[in-house]
């Protein structure tokens, strides 16, 4: 089945310490978004990526990179982990011919210590 | 700034009954309301509103959209403990680069009790 997949699915790191997160899709999806998730903030935009060369800062992007390396991945990565950026971070995908409804990848639960 | 807001925040109701999600939006640009069901996991698509007035129903969930007041509600009827999840409502713009960005309320975090 079509799918959204992110890696890892869980982490813990240190203040300081880069990380890069994850995302694959299957569901041949040109645009790509990254989310996190703090308690009682619903979901926050970081960046997202229309196809492999257009690439735009969400709400929260400061202290975060992308890179979209085709059209089916899409990485995170956090260049150097502070605390609060201790959150469940979720990859989605969109088509415009489908609406624009976004699928969620499974979430990664990032712990910075 | 692009902003949708959630009420209740949080819900405790006992399996049976009906309850009412509030979901109001500000988005320059609209183009369509979504709502979602996430439990432990990713959230899931419930429904999409475009229009006015026009009710989405699935099995004991419904959905409705008042673009001159700028709110949905999504209601469930007769609850059971599966029911218990967060729902968040997203409000989708329509304009340029933003063409399908959401923006998400906080969530109601709805639990039901046998």
């Known amino acids: 089945d079509a799918d959204v997949t992110q890696t890892p699915r869980n982490r813990i790191t240190k203040t300081g310490k880069r990380i890069m997160l994850e995302c694959s899709q299957t569901k041949g999806h040109d645009r790509m978004y990254w989310y996190r998730q703090d308690p009682g903030l619903g979901l926050q935009l970081i960046y997202y990526s229309f196809d492999v060369k257009d690439i735009n800062k969400g709400e929260i992007s400061d202290g975060y990179s992308v890179s979209r390396q085709a059209q089916a991945k899409f990485s995170l990565s956090l260049e150097s982990a502070i605390p609060n950026q201790t959150a469940l971070y979720f990859c989605?995908?969109?088509?415009?011919?489908?609406?624009?409804?976004?699928?969620f990848g499974p979430g990664t639960r990032l712990t910075v210590l | 700034e692009d902003k949708v807001v959630q009420s209740p925040l949080s819900l405790v109701v006992h399996e049976g009954d009906t309850v009412t999600l509030n979901c109001s939006y500000e988005v320059t640009n609209f183009r369509s309301l979504l709502w979602y069901k996430q439990e432990k996991k990713a959230p899931t698509f419930l429904f999409m509103l475009t229009s006015s007035g026009i009710e989405k129903k699935s099995g004991r969930l419904s959905s409705i959209l008042d673009k001159k007041e700028l709110f949905s509600i999504l209601n469930i009827t007769a609850t059971q403990t599966g029911d218990s999840a967060v729902y968040l409502c997203a409000a989708a713009n329509a304009g340029g680069t933003s063409y399908g960005k959401l923006t998400f309320g906080q969530g109601t975090i709805l639990t039901v009790h046998p």
């Open positions: 989605a995908t969109s088509d415009p011919r489908l609406a624009g409804i976004q699928f």
